[in-house]
């Protein structure tokens, strides 16, 4: 270890989170007192706890392990656009005149964005549920203007398929990046 110990380290990383021992003994299903003992150094975690806590924290093993201090939390947090796809949304709301019903889907869409948007930023979801999530959400998207839903007009099928690219951009993007870096050289 460089400056801190894992221990120390561990623990520096949950509180930058906010979070007790016993929120990530939850998370981690472990107990508490075996987050206290990692913290403390009385014991160390194996090697894939190690792995599940760089995973959980959003951090590769080797900066769990090495680096010398917590990451400003925005340096944690991974590229999402959630925002663009909102505001695509929100423009074919406001702008295409649709069916009651499609207005109605719309505006569970715009809350669904919104409410994964604030998730991803306050962090009260895990990134692996947000990008399902995400997915799950283009797949709709998509279904929707292909079977042409609620008799949506073709610009607001446009509107909606652009929201789906959007989300799947940096999820299909992550998958690239470990593709490539699992490639042996």
């Known amino acids: ?33 075996t987050v ?14 190690i792995c599940q806590l760089a995973s959980y924290y959003q951090l590769t093993v080797d900066d769990l392990l090495h680096q010398q201090s917590v990451p400003h939390a925005d340096d944690q947090r991974p590229i999402t656009w959630l925002g663009p796809a909102l505001a695509i949304i929100l423009m074919g709301r406001l702008g295409f005149v649709a069916l009651p019903e499609m207005l109605v889907l719309s505006d569970v869409v715009v809350i669904t964005l919104a409410w994964l948007l604030v998730s991803w930023w306050q962090r009260y979801m895990h990134l692996r549920t947000i990008r399902w999530a995400c997915s799950l959400l283009a797949v709709t998207f998509i279904v929707a203007a292909g079977l042409n839903l609620f008799k949506m007009d073709f610009g607001l099928q446009l509107i909606y398929l652009a929201a789906a690219v959007t989300l799947l951009i940096p999820i299909a993007g992550t998958a690239l990046i470990k593709k490539i870096r699992s490639r042996p050289t």
């Open 1 to 33: 270890m460089s400056d801190l110990s894992l221990g120390s380290r561990l623990k520096q990383l949950r509180k930058a989170r906010g979070m007790t021992q016993s929120q990530l003994a939850d998370d981690l299903f472990v107990s508490r007192k």
């Open 36 to 49: 206290s003992s990692w913290e403390t150094g009385r014991n160390q975690p194996d090697l894939q706890t």
